[in-house]
């Protein structure tokens, strides 16, 4: 039940826009969004539950379709400092507990 | 409040050998997961364990393998008679209820 992350690259230029998608085959309770940059731990960004939406940073918002069991992670006037992979961990409806499975990512690259 | 700890940040073992990889969660958190992460992967959830009892343990491989949270004390992965396959970045995370806390993770290199 390994979420699907889109597209597994993105190369930008600063300032430029992207979206991460992330979207499962189970009904999900909430979905986690983290970024990890290369040799370090992944850095939580936000969580996002059922029946409501949660920005967790200033440029970077997500927004989560429990109809559709997708979320999106939106990177506006991206920054430098953005670089890294992008992870999504999903928490599905009947587990009873909190456990996350994690997508493979989305390495993103900002140039200058 | 210091972050989630991890020891050792590298650890090396010949074939054969035990590793022991310690997490210690961030000061009221009373959750702990453990993933392994291999290069240019995701990360793999192995464990959850609350203090004293293993939640889920569906990710773990079912031999050489295991995991503790006692009452008092860092959680311990424990990996016996490790083989090369095993060489991997370990992390733990740590959570209060929801957001789950990562540590710097174990480098693993089992040679």
């Known amino acids: 039940q390994q979420p699907v992350q889109s597209p597994q690259a993105v190369i930008l230029r600063e300032g430029e826009d992207a979206v991460i998608n992330c979207s499962s085959s189970k009904a999900l309770y909430s979905v986690h969004w983290y970024r990890q940059k290369h040799g370090e731990a992944p850095v939580f960004l936000m969580i996002?539950?059922?029946?409501?939406e949660q920005k967790g940073h200033e440029k970077i918002s997500a927004s989560f379709n429990e109809k559709k069991q997708q979320s999106s992670l939106y990177l506006t006037a991206s920054q430098l400092s953005y670089s890294g992979t992008y992870f999504c961990g999903t928490e599905i409806m009947d587990s009873g507990y909190s456990t996350l499975t994690f997508g493979k990512g989305t390495m993103l690259l900002v140039s200058p | 409040n210091a972050g989630v700890m991890q020891n050792p940040r590298h650890l090396v073992r010949r074939r054969g050998q035990e590793a022991r990889l310690r997490c210690s969660p961030m000061?009221?958190?009373?959750?702990v997961y453990w993933y392994r992460q291999l290069p240019e992967e995701g990360l793999k959830f192995m464990v959850y364990?609350?203090?004293?009892?293993?939640?889920?343990e569906s990710g773990m491989p079912k031999e050489r393998f295991s995991a503790e949270f006692p009452k008092e004390g860092p959680s311990i992965l424990r990996i016996q008679q490790v083989v090369r396959g095993d060489s991997a970045a370990y992390f733990c995370?740590?959570?209060?209820?929801?957001?789950?806390?990562f540590g710097p993770g174990t480098r693993l290199t089992v040679l």
């Open positions: 995370a740590s959570s209060p209820v929801n957001e789950q806390f």
């Open positions: 364990l609350q203090k004293e009892n293993i939640i889920d």
């Open positions: 000061k009221g958190h009373s959750h």
């Open positions: 996002l539950l059922k029946g409501g």
